[in-house]
């Protein structure tokens, strides 16, 4: 089993920034890839960033310019740095990490961390 603690949210004005931290740890052989998902009040969760084991990163096109994912594997900890942040970055972010056996993709998530950016 794969814990996921993040860390990193809170309240900003827009224009501001905040960087988001996702620890895991437990059984985190295997994981293929790992990311960021947010959801707004009303609005389906939907994916802000990944980043798989070789490194490869893509972003939602709503932050392309704005965010960056990162990661650090010695401490098995992934960042989403956030930048020129609009009221639409508001919601609740999710830390993901996916495994992948070559048969069956299992998904873990963390417990979530709320963003609010005031206008």
């Not at 089993?1 to 993040?6: N, R, T, W």
């Not at 920034?17 to 790992?34: K, V």
């Not at 989403?80 to 999710?94: A, E, N």
Request: hydrophobic letters at 30%; proline letters at 2%.
């Amino acid at each position: 089993q794969v814990q996921l603690v993040e860390s990193g949210g809170g309240l900003v004005q827009a224009g501001g920034s905040l960087r988001l931290s996702c620890a895991a740890s437990g059984g985190i052989g295997g994981i293929n890839a790992m990311g960021w998902y947010r959801q707004a009040p009303g609005k389906q969760r939907e994916l802000v960033a990944r980043i798989n084991s070789g490194g490869r990163t893509n972003h939602a096109d709503s932050v392309k310019g704005r965010f960056t994912i990162s990661r650090d594997d010695a401490k098995n900890t992934v960042f989403l740095q956030m930048t020129s942040l609009k009221p639409d970055d508001t919601g609740v972010y999710y830390c993901n990490a996916e495994r992948y056996n070559g048969v069956h993709y299992t998904n873990y998530w963390g417990q979530g961390t709320q963003v609010t950016v005031s206008s």
